[in-house]
């Protein structure tokens, strides 16, 4: 598929460098219909997402780690997943605003016509109490009336803290944490440690993409060991726990420690249940706060 995005932008950007049949122009009807869109999506407003989304949208969201086999992937749910995402926004913040002030429509050489608008996003966290304002770019691609195909660019993380904070307030959250205290076996250095952990956490990172903090710190007398380990849910605990079950760390790791305690924490699957028993695990589960 030709760059499609890719020629957007360019096209847009270096316009004054153009002399073919491209064209860009500001609020013309397309970009008039974008900018309604956006209006009544500040007003918790579906009605013109409704009118101007093809059923079968496909929305891109270009963050990291939101890749497969080099490509963005695509959100489910075609127009109704992106209305129920927006009206989830409205859970998440109050006061939202975007500016709307640089909006585009552009047509390439081969006839293709995108939309897109540059804005300011900013709303008050109603879990959290955090304010924020975030640059919000997005291009959308033209199919006669509707738009087929959306690319959009932020930066998701107060979204995601925001999230975190309403799954903790419904313990909603499907995130689980791995706690231990691990007892030094005699001989071994706090160098030695180090040594073992340097190939140890080398080893998660390129096996373990779900396994998102992994930490490991030593008493001043190098006698314990804790470990704090997160996941975004119980499979990728499972699946920690089978790839060092079966890698080449697990012997050594058991050389070198003694696990004292071992804690399970936050909504487990009866799978990942069932996996820990094996290390004398106490599960426990959410009460209050939060997991980020």
Known sequence: MKNQILLAILAITVLACSNNTEKVVSMDAKSLKVKSHIDAYMNNDSSVAEAIFAEDLELYDQFSNNQKNGETVSNPGGNMGLIEADKFTHSLFSGIKCTTDNIKTYTDANGDVYTAFWSMWSGKGNFTGAETTIPFHCVSLWDGDKISKIWRYMDPSTLQKEIAAYEAVNNSSTKVMGLADLKVSDGFTKNDIKEFM??????????????????????????????????????????HLNNFESSEFAEKFMTIFSLDRVLVVGNSSDALKAKVKGYGAELRENIGGWID
Do not use: C, M, Q, W
Request: hydrophobic share 35%; charged share 30%; glycine share 4%.
């Open 198 to 239: 340097v190939e140890f956490t080398k080893f998660v990172r390129e096996t373990e993409p779900n396994t998102y903090d992994f930490g490991y710190f030593i008493s001043a007398d190098g006698k314990h060991v804790n470990l704090v380990e997160k996941y975004y849910d119980s499979a990728d605990f499972v699946h």
